[in-house]
């Protein structure tokens, strides 16, 4: 696939309206019959989420940490694929693995020391390639940690604004 090709006209829109490239996505959660499950609407496709094991829920699905480090794998992975093909990089396959490490204590409000959330996040790529070059290899990495909107947004985070309905 040329991924230079497929990108050429929407970065040719986008040079000349610059707020043809701004977009918003939109995630919806829904309650469901527990107070430990939700569903989540992504727009294409619906999800169901629950609480992790170690906070009650059943531990049977994804729970809101695993979308997100789901969320920065695909990133990461398609990202990567993208740069590879863009920059004519050959590659054999691209794997990702990311890891997150977090203490429900703080969670569960047992210790106001523990953090609430991750302490740390490992990103792990496996990119397999017996022609690529040294230095193709350290610019698919540069680009691929530049270009990788979700792991831009973890390093960096935006504000959140929090907006509260009672009806």
Do not use: N
């Not at 829109?13 to 977009?23: G, T, W």
């Not at 995630?27 to 989540?40: E, Y």
């Not at 070059?133 to 540069?142: D, M």
């Amino acid at each position: 696939m040329d991924v230079r090709s497929l990108q050429r006209p929407l970065k040719d829109i986008y040079r000349q309206d610059p707020a043809a490239s701004r977009i918003t996505l939109t995630a919806h959660g829904t309650q469901t019959d527990a107070p430990i499950t939700c569903s989540v609407d992504l727009g294409r496709e619906i999800y169901k989420a629950q609480a992790h094991k170690g906070v009650g829920g059943a531990g049977t699905g994804a729970c809101s940490g695993d979308l997100l480090l789901g969320a920065l794998a695909a990133c990461a992975q398609i990202t990567c694929q993208m740069v590879a093909a863009a920059m004519g990089i050959p590659t054999e396959g691209i794997d990702v693995r990311v890891e997150g490490d977090l203490d429900l204590q703080g969670t569960l409000g047992i210790s106001k020391e523990v953090p609430v959330g991750f302490q740390s996040i490992r990103v792990i790529f496996d990119v397999r390639s017996t022609q690529a070059t040294a230095e193709q290899l350290s610019a698919l990495q540069a680009k691929t940690e530049q270009y990788c909107v979700v792991m831009q947004t973890l390093q960096s985070p935006p504000k959140i604004e929090h907006t509260w309905a009672q009806r």
